[in-house]
Each structure stands twice: as C-alpha cells, then as structure tokens.
C-alpha cells in the first residue's frame, strides 16, 4: 500500500508564496479557484507575539466530506483513488457548491470563468498547453468545483514509468508547491512506509492534523507553530 500524504512546517514557513506560484503556474489558476491558499494569523499576547503562516490546500481526507455530498445529490463527480487523492471530474460536477458548503477547510471552490493567470501577458504552465492535450484536472471549465489534486497528473506519470517509489524524492513525481520551498517547510511523500523520511519527520515532530473533531481523516499534517492550534 501506498499512501501519500504532505507535511508542512510552520516553524519552518516564513510565508513567501513560493509553494502558491509554483502551484498557480503548474495547474493554471483561475482568479476565482485557487487550489493553495496562504493564511496569516498572530498568536500570543504582546510583547511575545508571533505571526502564523499556514498555507492551505485539499486535505485529501479519508472520509471525505466533499464526496459524501456530491455522492448525496447524484453527481458523483468526486472520487479517491488508490493513493488516496480526491479528485473532481469536471465532466460530471454540476456546480451546485455543496462540496464546497461541506469541506470543514473550505478547499472546493466554484470556478466561475476561465482566465488567464496573466491576463495581457503570456501563457504560463499549462495554460501553453493545447487544451486536448492537458492533464484532464487543466482541462478548466466556468461553474465548475475545482481543488488542488497532489498534482495528480505528476503521480500518474510516476506510475507510468514504473517509478512509484520516486514520488516525494523526484522532480518528475513531486507536487510542485512541496519542490519550491526555499525553506524546506514542505514534504510529500508515503506514509505507509516506516522508513520513508515524511514518516520519520511526522513521528519526530509529532505533527498534527487540523480539525480532526470533523472524523474526516486529513493526510495532510502540520508542525504547528507554538501557539497554533490544531
């Protein structure tokens, strides 16, 4: 089994917006649908006061609570595949939000136009791509849920080259926003393997998972900053 899951260091992170650009730039961003956000917050009490970068993308939970609802109305267009990652078919969402009205992380969001990243500039990432030939989680369509997918078309390649167990150590097989981190805040990689360095780091640092009360089983852990909660 493999399960991969991402690991982010807040004591780590100094909130440059790298891992934001990378994923923008690698999955075409549309001005209303980002699929990694970065939220800032201060903890503590003056003088001792401390700013909070948490950057924050699909969870890829375990239960999902995206897919229950979408299952719920009949549209079935949200799905978990074999490493876990939760994925949306634009063909079959029908835009009706409830994904996004379940997500405790407030992930899906509503992409009401496709733009262009720069708009008067040159194509950046997959917008230079042909649409016929884009990854089928670039193909972007207006009104439809959108969300960040592990860079999903990267993992596939590493199945097709029979390089599974490159994911989270290859440029090829790594989600882009976790390769930028000019501060090493960022890690991908399998859980299920005891001697893989994510699951090293997550025992070594007792990493926690964020509102875990909901019981849908986020595979995405933080190093929270002291003061943060979970």
Not at 36 to 65: D, F, I, L, R
């Amino acid at each position: 089994m493999t399960k991969l899951v991402r690991l982010i260091d807040q004591k780590r992170c100094m909130g440059c917006r790298a891992c934001l650009a990378a994923c923008a730039t690698e999955n075409h961003f549309t001005p209303e649908a980002p699929w990694n956000v970065m939220v800032e917050y201060e903890v503590g009490t003056y003088p001792q006061v401390k700013k909070v970068y948490n950057t924050m993308g699909c969870m890829h939970c375990e239960q999902p609570s995206c897919k229950a609802a979408c299952d719920s109305v009949g549209a079935k267009a949200i799905s978990k595949n074999a490493f876990g990652v939760v994925l949306i078919d634009y063909d079959k969402c029908i835009g009706c939000g409830y994904c996004a009205a379940v997500c405790p992380y407030g992930v899906p969001q509503l992409n009401k136009q496709v733009a262009q990243l720069a708009p008067g500039k040159e194509k950046l990432g997959a917008e230079g791509i042909d649409y016929a030939d884009r990854h089928p989680t670039h193909r972007k369509k207006a009104n439809v849920a959108e969300k960040c997918t592990f860079c999903a078309h990267k993992l596939e390649q590493a199945v097709a080259d029979g390089k599974v167990d490159r994911i989270g150590k290859d440029q090829a097989y790594t989600p882009s926003c976790d390769l930028v981190c000019p501060v090493q805040a960022r890690m991908f990689g399998d859980m299920d393997d005891p001697n893989s360095e994510i699951s090293k780091r997550i025992k070594a640092t007792g990493a926690k998972q964020l509102k875990t009360k909901f019981g849908t089983g986020p595979q995405v852990y933080y190093v929270l900053e002291e003061g943060a909660k979970s």
